[in-house]
């Protein structure tokens, strides 16, 4: 188990690298991840392929550390998971919004 | 096993190591332990458990048929976004920028006393009065605020009458405020108030020696909580009813580590409510900011410390309010609309209120009022003397503001669990931000907001039975 370690690809102490399988996660969920870290990084998408990658640079310069990444992880997979319910039931929403404005439509 | 059922729309997030907060776009919550979410979620959570009940009951899922279940989260989304059926209704009026005061958090460029070149004309007022009833709200409140318009009364008075002269035939449901600091409000002043059904609204930061700090009057000599104290009880004597006059709290640096000290004052007083309010970022506020600001986590420490008072005061038999968490509370717990301008979605600027300066000239908010005085002219709608209501009301700036407010879409809003209490602040947004839609991991209001919904859904997550009972009375 010792061996086992997040896929970090560490560039410098306050940047850093890391890959995600784009048959995994969504485009749209990397992406709204990326953006709850803006605050503290400068953050760069690629892609190619199946692999997206994401460069984080601290703005502060200091470095980062691994939890940051566990972190991006875990939300990852929260935003994944909003992403698929938006897609599979998210029509309820319009149709929620629609009957609503209903009486002023007519 | 898989179960049958349809998830309907919601949002959700840790809300701690252990559970997740679950709501959904009427505002109703659950709280979930890890393990039941995601079985929720992967639809492996047994359709007859109490925990499926619960979750139907909230209309985060259902077994019924979704038209059935749409038609009920329609009608009580629209009751949540009623606010926004009669359109403005708050007139903001500023008959004077003269003041007496020098607050050190002073967000307008205030005149002295004896300068006369920012008070309004009656062309003016006559102008601003049919404007505002050019608007379709069936609600009309217009509150004068300044510099002091009590400095101006004459002007107040022009207003009050030209106002209910016109809804002699308009027909509205016409209110009045004053925003004072009741230092200048003499008998015969507070008598025609009352006549008028105008209401008193003025600032309390404190007890005397932090009030005085925050808010010296500009004549060296005199004692502004002393004469604070004595015409809150001459305006009592006068209206015959201690709720006339209401009082806001704004925080400075002085002010934090004393909210205890502060409540207190508010209850000697004879208030049974305050809203702990942190400064703003406009005006001198942040030209001086390493003066009297402080960063945010520390006001949101303190909101707390100070909420956990007041409810151990009602605890012992007082009632007293928290307007802000009695704000977030009503959203929380009932499906009913708020009408607090600052915080809606879409945003209140402009389509709730509206703020009209001594010169005619009309902005969607009075922080946009405020970044005028700066030179900055972007939230201006046009101005009373040569614009009409609908091109101001009705024009493409604020339809532009208006359509980059709404929570529901806005990045890092859309999707936060606390969407469906929370709102926007375009103007506070371009002002610290730079831009109307803002950039939320580094917005302090959203830390603010998000801290605060996060620490009263502690409290209802916890059940205390005594602390729900306060909450409800706060609220009803």
């Keep these: 188990m010792a061996n086992l370690e997040f896929p970090i690809n560490v560039i410098d102490g306050n940047k850093l690298k890391i890959s995600f399988d784009l048959k995994l996660y969504s485009k749209e969920a990397i992406t709204a991840t990326c953006y709850k870290y803006t605050g503290k990084y400068y953050i760069h998408e690629s892609c190619e392929e199946n692999t997206v990658s994401i460069l984080f640079e601290s703005k502060d310069k200091s470095d980062i550390s691994q939890t940051v990444v566990k972190e991006f992880c875990n939300n990852l997979i929260d935003q994944e998971i909003r992403h698929n319910i938006n897609k599979d039931f998210g029509y309820i929403r319009d149709l929620i919004v629609e009957e609503a404005f209903k009486p002023v439509n007519k | ?171 509205r449901d016409l209110s009045f405020v004053i925003c004072t600091n009741l230092t200048l409000l003499t008998p015969d002043m507070v008598k025609y108030l009352k006549k008028h059904k105008c209401d008193i609204s003025t600032s309390l930061d404190g007890p005397k020696d932090l009030h005085d700090t925050n808010r010296p009057l500009q004549d060296k000599k005199l004692d502004h909580h002393e004469i604070f104290e004595k015409n809150v009880k001459m305006v009592r004597d006068i209206w015959g009813d201690a709720d006339c006059v209401s009082a806001l709290m704004t925080t400075s640096k002085y002010s934090l580590g004393r909210y205890k000290e502060i409540i207190d004052e508010y209850i000697r007083l004879g208030f049974n409510n305050i809203f702990l309010r942190s400064l703003n970022p406009y005006g001198f506020a942040s030209e001086y900011k390493e003066k009297v600001a402080y960063p945010i986590e520390e006001f949101i420490e303190n909101f707390k410390e100070g909420l956990d008072y007041i409810i151990e005061i009602n605890k012992k038999g007082t009632f007293f309010v928290e307007g802000f968490a009695a704000l977030l509370l009503k959203r929380i717990l009932t499906p009913f609309a708020t009408g607090f301008v600052d915080l809606q979605s879409p945003a209140g600027v402009g389509i709730a209120g509206a703020i009209y300066d001594y010169d005619g000239s009309v902005y969607v908010a009075d922080e946009g009022r405020m970044l005028a005085r700066f030179k900055n002219y972007y939230f201006k709608l046009g ?94």
């Design chain 2, 1 to 171: 096993m898989k179960y049958e059922y349809t998830i309907l729309p919601f949002r959700f997030d840790h809300f701690s190591n252990e559970e997740y907060l679950l709501t959904n776009d009427v505002g109703e919550y659950i709280f979930l332990k890890n393990a039941d979410f995601e079985k929720f979620v992967t639809h492996e959570l047994d359709s007859k458990s109490d925990l499926f009940y619960d979750l139907a009951s909230k209309q985060i899922a259902t077994t019924d048929k979704v038209e059935d279940v749409v038609k009920m989260l329609a009608t009580k989304f629209r009751t949540k976004k009623s606010i926004l059926r009669d359109f403005t209704s708050l007139h903001m009026v500023v008959p004077t920028l003269r003041c007496n005061s020098s607050c050190i958090y002073c967000q307008v460029k205030r005149h002295e006393k004896s300068d006369h070149s920012a008070d309004m004309t009656k062309k003016t007022a006559k102008n601003i009065v049919k404007c505002i009833f050019d608007g379709p709200s069936p609600y009309i409140k217009i509150e004068f605020q300044g510099g002091d318009p009590s400095i101006d009364f004459e002007m107040v008075k022009y207003i009050i009458e030209e106002a209910e002269w016109v809804n002699l035939f308009k027909k």
């Design chain 2, 383 to 476: 101005n009373v003397n040569e614009n009409t209501f609908q091109e101001m009301f009705n024009g493409k700036l604020l339809h532009e503001i208006i359509e980059n407010s709404c929570t529901e879409c806005l990045p890092g809003c859309a999707d936060c669990v606390f969407q469906p209490y929370c709102g926007a602040d375009p103007v506070r947004n371009y002002s610290v931000q730079g831009d109307v839609v803002g950039h939320r991991p580094t917005n302090e209001m959203c830390i603010k907001t998000k801290a605060i919904i996060h620490y009263l859904m502690e409290k209802l997550h916890e059940g205390d039975p005594e602390t729900i009972k306060i909450f409800w009375s706060w609220i009803k």
